[in-house]
């Protein structure tokens, strides 16, 4: 279920740019306008997800929004002179994003108009039940939550892998392109989009392998992978709501791959909750969060 890519593949959709930025101000509940700091070229009927400024961030308790684009409007904030992009949305916010001087929620954009996506009845995981898990009351008599490790391991949404193991010389060009329902829990190699064991492209193609101004969004399993290729530049894209590490360099052995400007929210852990980033066999291959690196040669 999913695309798998021995020659060259070309997929482009339209540049929106930048692909996320940060609110200028403080988004409450209630309003219909958010404030961002960079002109955007963003569109009416496009998705944004506007990113928690809370300290929890679980599937159970969460303050994420996803927003329909109504409009898009430069504006000047608070008579300053200072001009911002003033964006509408389809609903009044149901949050407080905090936009202050020390921090400021993210606001990343999820739709292209180039999408590759998996089925909506195949493709989502059934087994979502319970959201949590919560361990015994402390001293204070709080409840803490956390991922439930036999849950949400069902998905098996689309994939692209570029596939060099055969031996193959393959190129994987990808530009303005949305993945969503996408990645396989658990199966190795099948994430959204996966360039697989083509060494060192540095030596005959560089600037041919490269993943930029994307989006994945709704991913079973990952989001980019890189594993043994040396010399892919992924930069200014964007993941939201995925499971297990997102930008992921698999073996750690990968060099000279340019990770720059991207953004990722809402990633959930894969594993049980003492220790999520070892599977039940002891292996550390199955980890989460944003991004797994380790010593490197790469420009992150």
């Known amino acids: 279920k999913g695309i798998s890519v021995t020659g060259t593949i070309d997929l482009h959709g339209a540049k ?19 404030y961002i700091q960079d002109k955007v070229n963003w569109q009416a009927g496009q998705r944004i997800v506007i990113t928690t400024t809370e300290l929890k961030d679980s599937r159970d ?19 300053s002179g200072t001009m911002v992009t003033a964006i509408q949305v389809d609903t009044p916010l149901s949050y407080k994003h905090f936009g202050g001087r020390e921090y400021q929620a993210e606001v990343a954009l ?28 402390n001293s204070a008599n709080e409840v803490s939550t956390f991922p439930c490790e036999k849950s949400y391991l069902t998905g098996f949404g689309a994939h692209i892998i570029v596939d060099g193991s055969s031996g193959a010389r393959p190129t994987g060009r990808f530009s ?15 994430y ?14 560089y600037q041919n392998h490269y993943v930029q101004d994307s989006s994945v969004h709704d991913s079973y399993f990952r989001c980019y992978a890189i594993h043994g290729t040396h ?28 990770i720059s400007y991207n953004q990722a929210s809402f990633i959930h852990a894969l594993g049980p909750y003492q220790n999520p980033s070892i599977a039940a066999n002891g292996d550390s291959w199955w980890g989460q969060e944003l991004s797994w690196y380790t010593a490197t040669n790469d420009l992150i």
């Open 16 to 34: 929106y740019s930048p692909t996320w930025t940060r609110l200028a101000m403080t988004a409450n509940i209630g309003d219909r306008y958010i």
């Open 61 to 79: 308790w969460h303050r994420n929004e996803e927003r329909t684009i109504v409009n898009v409007l430069l504006t000047s904030l608070g008579g």
């Open 110 to 137: 999820l739709s292209r108009n180039v999408v590759v996506q998996g089925d909506a009845a195949t493709s989502v995981p059934v087994d979502i039940l319970p959201f949590a898990c919560n361990n015994t009351r």
């Open 176 to 190: 303005g392109i949305e993945l969503f329902r996408v990645g396989q829990t658990n199966v190795l190699g099948r």
């Open 192 to 205: 959204p989009l996966h360039f697989h064991m083509i060494g060192d492209v540095t030596q005959y193609n």
């Open 231 to 258: 010399g892919v530049k992924l930069t200014e894209n964007t993941a939201h709501n995925a499971i297990g590490h997102c930008y992921f360099l698999e073996d750690g052995v990968e060099e000279n791959n340019t």
